[in-house]
């Protein structure tokens, strides 16, 4: 081999060789920086977690929203002492903004407590316990009595015809899907049937209807929820009621007994013209990024039956506490960090559309949203709505929340509230606690403040503060590029 060769090959070597141990230094310098940053990441995890378990007000705050104000229909006394409470709370814990925001909302009235019997002969009855649906008319107010025909969909209420159901009350009998371990999967499989079953059974000329209660345990407790007439005239809307799953397994029994029998219900709720209501916002403004704003927030309102805890007071008092843990700890965050106590979710989602107008017409650049409303049990993690580059960089943080069992990181779905802030790149998120026991309590009268586990709350609003202070510190990583941190 000639010198020259010679000296290239070792020129060459030589090089590579560099080139090995400075890629070595590098990866081990970035490895080093990742270590200190989740350190520092850990740490501050860590206080937030100390400060809601050792020190927290969530638990209070929920306290007074159940036992002193109890159940927030929107337009109601209560929803309006409820909006003076929260606001005044945030004026209390130092944030450098907090406001009302109008909003105009729905008002619907229960009127006196349903009575329902069925009567398998004449003088021959047993009561059954019932509650109206948000937003139906009442009964004549002598009540409704009517022969039953029971169906599982709407496809069922086709095959049928006017001539199986004219004259008759309708009864929605599908059940939750209990093999479905995603309890909001086996809501959202059969909740049509309470929002459209009125609509639909009435263009066979029904006279009423019966839904069998979201609830996947078999109680005695009817629940509510919103439902919808759609185009359907004034004058043709019939009334609609949630049965109790107890009620409606008599029921269903009873009918295969004895199929003429009949049904009886008494309701007297009312719709109103739309009141004056008010979002409730409280921010902290952001040292770097003051105009792009982080939201956290869950509905204020609450369905009448019980004080509402579950759904959505402690969505609201977790992300209350998730502006009062950072200034609890002196965590000053980047971005404009704000919570917002939402109006009108349960029937009508006025508040969330009404923010998301607001925030376009006054060209606010959003970048993140989280909402708590899925009850306060353990947390288990999150879902993203969002596209792959941010969901990459959240699921690098999953290692930080497993000391604290939080292993569910899913991409797809947030909240309702926040749902209309979406706009492409924008990241929205959803609390996800453990929902076995939620449907339990959902939009019934055992949604009180005795079924919120004191501990389980404040975990949800220390995992949502961690969250939200990875949000901040890292930012965003939009595929369209709109925010690069």
């Given at each position: 081999m000639r010198y020259s060769e010679l000296k290239m090959k070792e020129n060459f070597l030589l090089n590579n060789r560099i080139t090995l141990i400075t890629s070595l230094f590098v990866i081990l310098m970035s490895s080093i920086s990742a270590q200190v940053v989740n350190k520092e990441d850990s740490i501050t995890i860590r206080s937030l977690y100390d400060a809601a378990l050792l020190n927290g007000k969530s638990y209070d705050w929920l306290d007074h929203l159940s036992n002193e104000i109890g159940g927030r229909l929107s337009g109601s006394i209560e929803a309006e002492k409820a909006i003076r409470y929260t606001e005044s709370e945030l004026k209390k814990l130092g944030l450098d903004k907090v406001w009302l925001q109008p909003v105009m909302v729905p008002k619907w009235t229960r009127g006196v407590k349903e009575y329902a019997y069925i009567e398998t002969a004449p003088g021959i009855t047993s009561t059954t316990n019932i509650c109206a649906l948000g937003g139906s008319v009442a009964t004549p107010s002598g009540g409704l009595k009517a022969y039953v025909v029971e169906v599982q969909s709407f496809e069922e209420l086709e095959k049928l015809g006017r001539s199986a159901i004219e004259g008759k009350i309708v009864f929605y009998n599908r059940p939750m899907q209990a093999n479905l371990i995603r309890t909001f999967e086996a809501y959202g499989g059969c909740v049509n049937q309470r929002y459209a079953g009125a609509m639909e059974a009435a263009k066979y000329g029904a006279v009423g209807v019966l839904v069998r209660s979201m609830n996947l345990r078999k109680d005695d407790y009817p629940h509510t929820g919103a439902m919808t007439y759609g185009d359907t005239p004034p004058d043709q809307r019939i009334p609609a009621a949630a049965i109790s799953t107890n009620g409606a397994d008599y029921l269903s029994s009873a009918l295969k007994l004895k199929s003429d029998l009949k049904f009886y219900f008494k309701q007297s709720c009312r719709t109103y013209p739309d009141v004056q209501s008010y979002n409730?916002?409280?921010?902290?403004?952001?040292?770097?990024?003051?105009?792009?704003?982080?939201?956290?927030?869950?509905?204020?309102?609450?369905?009448?039956?019980?004080?509402?805890?579950?759904?959505?007071?402690?969505?609201?008092?977790?992300?209350?506490?998730?502006?009062?843990?950072?200034?609890?700890?002196?965590?000053?965050?980047?971005?404009?960090?704000?919570?917002?106590?939402?109006?009108?979710e349960e029937n009508g989602l006025r508040g969330g559309r009404k923010y998301a107008e607001e925030a376009r017409l006054r060209n606010e650049k959003h970048v993140f949203a989280l909402e708590s409303d899925a009850g306060g049990f353990t947390p288990r993690g999150f879902s993203f709505d969002t596209d792959e580059k941010n969901f990459a960089q959240i699921e690098s943080w999953k290692s930080l929340f497993e000391p604290y069992l939080i292993h569910s990181f899913v991409k797809g779905g947030s909240g309702a509230d926040i749902g209309p802030l979406k706009d492409g790149s924008i990241v929205l998120s959803g609390l996800r606690p453990d929902s076995q026991r939620y449907f339990d309590h959902h939009h019934s009268a055992v949604d009180t403040f005795d079924a919120v586990n004191k501990r389980e709350l404040e975990l949800g609003g220390a995992t949502m503060a961690s969250l939200v202070y990875l949000m901040d510190k890292y930012g965003t990583k939009s595929e369209f590029g709109v925010i690069k941190d």
């Open positions: 409730v916002i409280g921010e902290i403004t952001g040292s770097t990024y003051p105009d792009r704003y982080m939201v956290v927030g869950g509905h204020l309102d609450s369905w009448d039956l019980g004080d509402g805890s579950h759904d959505d007071g402690a969505g609201c008092v977790q992300s209350m506490e998730v502006l009062r843990l950072f200034r609890e700890i002196g965590y000053k965050p980047k971005h404009s960090i704000r919570v917002v106590l939402f109006m009108n």
